[in-house]
């Protein structure tokens, strides 16, 4: 999201559809009274703004300083009142609420029965799709109107509640149990990483066995098997132990595939452990299992059932863009991924209020990479710059790295010297204020700090020294990580050998398809 829309309204508005906006004006138009209300100018005024500005809006007369925050939230709320009425915001949690507010209003009235018997059936409907948080809700309101009015409406209802909400209290126990464990190991990913040693990935999965072995999966409902999976998923990746990632992402895919009517009620779930399942598969370099499962994955999702919205149109942007880079990295068809960047692009512009910043150099960054590796250096560096240039947003270290050093190569590529000793400088002072950088990272960095002084008839020989000290992390458990982000060993044989980039690369792609399918069986 762009930094100029920081004003909650603002964005909702932003984020509407043609579709919406027409329904919360014809909402708003319901009673004439409406038709030139306050809070539907300012909608209007609000829709035409680029970015948000209060001072126009003051100007505009419409409401005074001292009513803005007022009217702003009035009209957030009609905005919300009006999103909710929609068809196409209809789903299993909004029904189930909408029910237990009908049920409410005729307690309210006096009218016990009719209430109890909207409860009972909005209780099957979410029993069936396992929300047992709204289950557990409605079972106390059952009871509640049971234990204060004499309502005759069933034999043995008492043990019947009082079982129900037993259930309903393990399960719900059960799933918050294991979402915490969930969360927390996301926080670790996410704040510190990937374990950098074999002492680390020992602590981690002690902690986490300690943790996980209270839960069997043939003792769990869907949406505990989810969370249960997707811990599993994040443990894996901790550890570094990428072919349990497959493991569990695909165990977590299989979750929905036994019951696909689910892929509707938890469509972002769904599209999460596909791209989990498809950054294993890109990790343990399996390709043709790979695209498979993206082929899969695109196959699904572009069906006329899958649910349609722009939180889930930004995602699957966002999910096959991304994997079909890594496709053309697996297969080394990077004159193929070229083609794409327009759409990439397109994407990201139609996409840019429903995706962070984050993700958003993310995809730059693979873009810079592809122009680098058909040598259309000058693209590159327009793609490293955006992301260097970038200071709304706090990328991981290891990208904002790679980004750098790849920045200075395709700098020295593209025989731009006339900055280039304040750009190696830059990059040095960069990497040295890190404070956990992996070998590969301190290696490079050693060499930066050399690079001035090389004289030219050195350079080979540069070169071949920085080759040599890096080929021994390439198959270290807790640094080979770092060629995925950028593939300076391929980089620097195409140097010492004289031969293109994406050739290097595509010999190796060949290599791995080939020993595939000869040896590779996963379970």
């Not at 962070?356 to 590159?380: E, G, P």
């Not at 400088?425 to 070998?439: A, I, P, R, S």
């Not at 960095?445 to 350079?459: A, D, M, Q, T």
Request: some cysteine; aromatic content about 12%; glycine content about 2%.
């Amino acid at each position: 999201m762009t930094s100029d829309i920081k004003d909650n309204l603002f964005v909702l508005i932003k984020s509407l559809t043609k579709s919406e906006k027409r329904q919360f004006k014809l909402y708003v138009g319901r009673m004439d009274s409406n038709e030139d209300s306050k809070f539907l100018n300012l909608f209007n005024l609000l829709d035409k703004m680029i970015k948000y500005d209060e001072k126009k809006i003051i100007e505009s007369k419409i409401v005074t300083k001292q009513q803005l925050s007022n009217l702003k939230a009035h009209l957030y709320k009609q905005i919300l009142i009006s999103l909710r009425l929609n068809p196409q915001h209809k789903n299993v949690k909004l029904h189930i609420r909408s029910q237990i507010d009908y049920a409410t209003i005729l307690y309210q009235k006096g009218l016990y029965k009719q209430s109890l018997k909207i409860l009972d059936k909005v209780k099957s409907y979410a029993l069936k799709y396992d929300e047992n948080t709204s289950a557990y809700e409605i079972v106390e309101f059952e009871k509640l109107i049971e234990s204060l009015y004499v309502t005759r409406s069933l034999t043995n209802r008492t043990d019947e509640l009082v079982t129900q909400t037993n259930h309903l209290k393990q399960l719900n126990d059960v799933s918050s149990s294991l979402s915490n464990i969930s969360l927390q190991l996301y926080e670790k990913l996410i704040k510190a990483g990937y374990a950098k040693s074999d002492s680390e990935s020992r602590e981690i999965k002690a902690i986490f066995d300690e943790k996980i072995k209270y839960y069997k999966p043939k003792n769990l409902g869907f949406r505990e098997k989810l969370i249960y999976y997707q811990s599993w998923v994040w443990y894996s990746l901790l550890a570094q132990d990428f072919l349990s990632s497959y493991k569990y992402a695909s165990k977590w895919i299989d979750t929905f595939n036994n019951k696909p009517e689910m892929i509707k009620i938890h469509p972002v779930y769904y599209l999460k452990g596909y791209n989990f399942l498809l950054e294993a598969l890109s990790l343990i370099k399996y390709p043709s299992k790979f695209k498979n499962s993206l082929n899969d994955m695109i196959e699904v999702v572009e069906d006329e059932s899958f649910p349609v919205n722009q939180n889930l149109n930004a995602l699957i942007f966002l999910y096959k863009y991304n994997n079909i880079f890594n496709l053309h990295v697996l297969e080394g068809t990077f004159k193929e991924s070229i083609k794409i960047i327009p759409e990439v692009i397109d994407g990201i512009e139609k996409n840019k209020n429903f995706i962070d910043q984050h993700h958003i150099m993310l995809l730059y960054y693979k873009i810079a990479c592809m122009y680098f590796t058909v040598d259309d250096f000058d693209k590159c560096i327009r793609y490293t710059s955006l992301i260097m240039g970038n200071k709304n947003i706090k990328m991981r270290e290891d990208l904002q790295c790679f980004t750098r050093i790849l920045n200075l190569i395709a700098h020295w590529e593209a025989g731009l010297d006339f900055n280039l000793d304040k750009i190696i400088k830059e990059t040095y002072n960069y990497l040295d204020k890190l404070n956990d950088l992996h070998e590969v990272q301190k290696t490079i960095l050693k060499y930066l700090n050399g690079l001035e002084n090389i004289y030219p008839g050195e350079i080979k020989g540069f070169l071949r020294n920085l080759y040599n000290e890096l080929k021994k992390y390439e198959d270290d458990p807790y640094e080979k990580r770092a060629f995925l982000y950028l593939d300076i060993i391929s980089w620097l044989e195409s140097k010492i050998d004289r031969k293109p980039l994406q050739n290097i690369i595509k010999e190796k792609a060949i290599l791995i398809n080939r020993k595939e399918k000869q040896s590779i069986a996963l379970s």
